[in-house]
């Protein structure tokens, strides 16, 4: 008969290498969004005159979509505030959406988007992940 502390510890081994195969799954899938993300972007390059640069990446679990802006001198907090704002709206429902049918999202796997101006200076930095999907 197996001792409580042993039992104990094979389960939570168990568990935990289940866990770290998930989350390698996870972070593979990740790389694989990542690419096919980064190619889309490459081929897709915007032409409004701000977005200067554009990539995709992964980090763990995440696909990380960074943009390099070219913005004026001039722009004001405020403005930059509102611009934030406005972002966010445009961007969270539709990549949670998403995310929402994708079997990882429950694993973790989420988005992150990053701007930044051409001195690498961070806009905005934000993630579409469950606790910003919740309710919408």
């Not at 510890?9 to 568990?15: E, G, K, N």
């Not at 929402?100 to 993630?127: A, C, I, N, P, T």
Request: charged share 25%; net charge positive.
């Amino acid at each position: 008969m197996m001792k409580p502390k042993l039992a104990m510890a094979l389960v939570l081994v168990a568990a935990t290498t289940f866990s770290f195969a998930d989350d390698r799954k996870v972070e593979a899938y990740a790389r694989a969004a990542a690419e096919a993300g980064d190619k889309s972007l490459k081929q897709n390059q915007p032409n409004d005159g701000v977005t200067k640069s554009q990539r995709a990446f992964s980090q763990g679990k995440a696909v990380i979509y960074e943009y390099v802006l070219a913005i004026r001198a001039d722009v004001t907090e405020q403005q930059l505030a509102a611009w934030r704002s406005a972002t966010r709206s445009e961007v969270v429902p539709p990549a949670c959406t998403l995310l929402k049918r994708d079997e990882f999202f429950k694993q973790g796997f989420h988005f992150r988007y990053r701007y930044l101006d051409r001195s690498g200076r961070v806009l905005d930095d934000f993630s579409v992940n469950k606790p910003a999907c919740e309710g919408l």
